[in-house]
Nanobody, 124 residues
């Protein structure tokens, strides 16, 4: 089992950057594929990016490709989401998720564990 805690959200202006972190408990972080999702008010939860256990394989949704970068540090039990050129439409609650084994997963229902979320608000 793993517990996830996101941090790094906040209020920024359009064009700014933020780096979200997701710290995982336990000593088996490297056995989990990880993903970042977001959910805006009144909208469905969307996949943003995913990363394999070793970090060697990544996936990005078209909406963030070229602006967001997912990475992980298995020694620190942490996965990151670097977000550049933020837009007002990026405003949402951002969640990290974990799934044991596999390469990477792009559907929310594939993940077993979720963090509590961190709010990102981008003003115009």
């Amino acid at each position: 089992q793993v517990q996830l805690v996101e941090s790094g959200g906040g209020l920024v202006q359009a064009g700014d950057s933020l780096r979200l972190s997701c710290a995982a408990s336990g000593r088996t972080f490297s056995t989990y594929a990880m993903g970042w999702f977001r959910q805006a008010p009144g909208k469905e939860r969307d996949i943003l990016a995913a990363i394999s256990r070793s970090g060697g394989i990544t996936y990005y949704a078209d909406s963030v490709k070229g602006r967001f970068t997912i990475s992980r540090d298995n020694a620190k039990n942490t996965v990151y989401l670097q977000m550049n050129s933020l837009k007002p439409e990026d405003t949402a609650v951002y969640y990290c998720a974990a799934r044991s084994g596999g390469a990477y997963y792009t559907k929310g229902e594939d993940y077993n564990y979720w963090g509590q979320g961190t709010q990102v608000t981008v003003s115009s």
